[in-house]
């Protein structure tokens, strides 16, 4: 990584208002078994942001994919109504999905499914739910991160009870995801609320453990940036990716 | 509770699935400040069944109640998809409240409502949400159990922000709420999924710390009860909710 | 029925608004065939309250239930927008149904099932329809009443044109319902709009024929209720529904 | 209605299958004060079709029309599920108003509109509310003229209760409804279901008392129509109209 | 046409905004293969309105038609949000389909029904979408003329590709439609939005190539009209409609 | 652009089903005033894809951005029925609009407010609205570059109106968007549907007039892509971008 710290040499005397340095993620930790019942079950918590992810496995396809020999592999994200400071109103009660859930949901699905041989899992289904217990900023890529721990737990369990052939075949890589974002012209990794809502450019990188991009959703309503900026949000995404890997490797390491 | 023991004595050789006796609660924590955003945040476990309450405070009331100087307290009941064996669909997706979740959200209102001075309250308004984590019978007993313990940090929250001059004075009681049911001829005490799914009658009772009865819903689908089974299973409910209720005041006790 | 007369004793002084004694039920009628198309079509008026109840005999099942050798029953109440004093929108035109209706429903779909032996039923569906034409309190349990009258109406027709053997051996028992509170801290049974919005404790009772309980929902929101208090309502309960019971005899004793 | 007589001379040996003749009415009745609440409420039977007719009279008017000085004058249309041979599935439940309904309750509101003066009514609103209890045919125009009837009551109970200077004032004329349709050839007044379903040509008038038109909604699915039928239709519509009216005018003038 | 001229030779003199007399169509195009995926595509603009109507072809038909021999055509029409001269809300935002759109589909529908044989058709659909890009007056009337156009160009296509033995044979006429009205007395041709929202009464034609009656959907919400005054109306039409008739054919005389 | 001339060097001999090169745009063209009543008027057509785009301009913001001095830009995208090589059903007649169309608005919207000074807009809204009127790949990325052209127009309009002081120191900047994709492992600029649906990575890229980003969302679902290839498809996204905003101030130019 020392390519990273040259590059952002001169960024280094920032100070971020939880004290860590711009290349710094927030304390992150999974629980694996969080809850009893699914075939995956796992909280991720990447500073005050806490989300839990299970998975679902479930012999079998919708309709529109039968008799493809292809599994399936979707996500639905959600928050529960007390995440945020101020309190959300239930989509159940406001009767639909809303645009920004949408989104997320099928950038989650993406994801997971850009790691998944779909021959391999067969004529089987994996719904991922990510449901935000705390929201402090980069739900999204907490939940990516945490999916994936509990989609291997869930391949596990169906390669136990015979379901599949091999959970190790099904999955082609590991997955994490990272924000990073420029605020008052600094680039910087994880952001929090309070930063991400400053910030003029605001990125999401997924990457695979072979340090492959799944997705990347840069946006920049509030300034443009430019092709330097964006290498160096994508050595940010790097780093960051990498670090929360081995937390995800060491998670799946312990019994 | 010398009454119950004797009406029970024939019931106590019944082996139940948990080696609990018929009389017997399962082990029920409650954890305050679970998350650290809502005015009062609650994780409670009752054995297998794990649902998180919050309570939130905002100055205010609906439009419906403006001018009348009272306050309000109302309820939303959601389970998490996989809080069951197999999972739900998500009511935000459906686009709909299904019958249950109404019916649920509903009598937490109520429950809670019957506790509070509307009058000492003032114009506010304090929301409740249980989301059921996990789901092994009583959710939504739990969550009354649950969202009461949230209830009275919110209060103190406000009294501290001066919202409300005491939350002494708008609590008028405390309220908790447990199962009881016939299975095969023998009244039980707080039921789990497995024994839920066989009781011919199914009572849910709601009762203040002083003993009183703010609601009972019994169902008798499968078999109605008499005069006298109901008669033992309020008993069996009084000690539950008696046991329920010492467990909150412990919770409440801690900083 | 000697023991309500004395633990009433003291009440029969009270005067209710519309004349009647504590202990007394509104002026009931059930009028059979009320509409011409239906297996089952009743009026019920309880005083100014009137419920038309239609039942839908059809053969078949929902999915959920194939190939189990079992019936089913199931319930909806609505209100027409203008059977109360102030019209009430149409939840057609909200677009969903709303908690109270949900509610509703769904205890009389109850009710009715713990009169009706699945078995003897077979593979058919009978569908409850309560519409309430005019609205003074207490329309679920007419509701209810009424709805049992026309569910022996669609099991005969269903007998005579051979789709079950025998409506007598689906019934198992009959069912009504009748309201009873505590008003002023008098306990008083079958409570119009006017009693019932300002019952402290309210409280609903379906009992079988063989004075049995097929549900209790008793709601405190007000003030909570002690034992006693329970067993005086639940005196005035039995003592309403077995006259609301004769009156259900009566109209079917007539052809 | 000598002409009409000439011009359906040879069609009078037509056998309808009630044994009306062609240009015959079905027995109508019309009963006023049928619920006690609204301030107009109709019965109105026409053969076995009957719907309850509504007129809801509240002071303002929507806010798209505050201001103006003027009022406004709405309807909505519905069937009870049971109202049909087979049950229809209930709106709410559904949570959409289908087009059907929304058709009907358009047109309904449309013909009331056409015989009020929205200056002498001021800003007041009245909403009709039109539910079938019962379904042979002709269900939208039977709603139409008994909701005339609900209409002068309700603004009779307006003049009385001092909401508006004079109810004679608001209503420009009166408006009756009947259906028409050619069969096998021959043009009939007032169809009910069976006839109704094998019509080539379907054809609603409403017109006022004064004899004008205020709809004419033909519809010709299944056989184009030419002038000379369409006058044969209207001269029928126009003898079935007058005959109705008779029977409101009678109905008004009862107490 | 010359009784018309007799009939309206004192409305002559009536100056228009357009400068058109008022038995004069506005200027009518219609442009075939719009779009190049459709069966048949068809951009019609009546004046300032422009509809684009298309007809999707779909071997076999929805399940309650199954079975039947039967084919079965529908229709569905929108406006575009910003082809009114405030923007409209999009229906699909908003979660339902409204009044108006369902009434003006459903009208759609029956009219292209009206010169369908089903028979012919067969176990085929046919789905027309009309979506209006700019709105000003008869947007309803010109769909249906558009529309005519579309199904042609869609039966041509099945029968080239052997859906269908015969276009010739499905199609048992033409179908074109006008709207008339009657502004400050005097009744007028195909009315712009400027004319249409000051019309008495408003009266849309549908029409066969051979001179029948499809459609007569007349409403006068603001002033009831005679007989004569239809008479007038209807001879408006029957001349716009011919018109009308005419540039369909040459439209599909073209290659 | 040499340097991506060098880049692709080896791909030049890749035959594409258009006969196009690697790097080249499919033929774009872009019609203002297209409708003659939105303030922004214009249909963009990339090859076989058309979208009409609106701009409405309304003085007044959302309740939410009241009394803030500044403005909002948001948009709306969607396709017709049959837009499509299959007729896809109407999100209006679902009653919902799905994730695709919300996840699109969103993108659309943030496109155009990264371009647009919300102070210079002062308290005024642009509500874009894209429909799809053809599909062939690209639909949001020429919905992007044609709403530009739109916005222009309405904040032209705006200043002719006196609405706002300034269209030019509004807009910042200018914008358009292109797709690039890696198909069977040769990056391409601008794909139709027949490539879109084959490609490994798929990636939309909004630029701006002086060359930042304001969006790039790349995803690979079917095959992670590195750094490298990253690169090439920025390179190739910049060159496309370039073009499309010649053809935007083309358009511009004209009067």
Redesign the interface.
Known sequence: MTEIKDLLSGMNTVVRPDGRKVDELRPATITRHF????EG?VLICCG?T?V?C?A?F?PGVPRWRKDSGLGWVTA?Y?M??????E?TD??????????????I??LIG?CL??VVNMKALGENQI?I?C?V??ADGGTRTASITGAYVALVDALNWAEAHKHIRSAARVLT?SVSAVSVGVIDGTPMLDLPYVEDSKAMTD?NVA??G?????????????R????DE?NTL?DLATKGNRELQAIQQAALAKD
Request: net charge positive; hydrophobic share 25%.
């Open positions: 809850t009893d019942v699914p079950s005050n806490r839990m299970t679902t479930t639905e959600a529960l109504p007390r995440a945020t400071a309190r239930r989509e159940s009660v406001k009767g639909k999905v809303g645009g920004r859930t949408h989104e949901s099928r993406r499914r850009g719904q739910d449901d217990l705390q890589d990125m990457m695979t072979s340090g492959k991009f799944i997705e990347i959703q840069g946006t920049a309503e509030h443009p940036f430019d092709r964006l994508l």
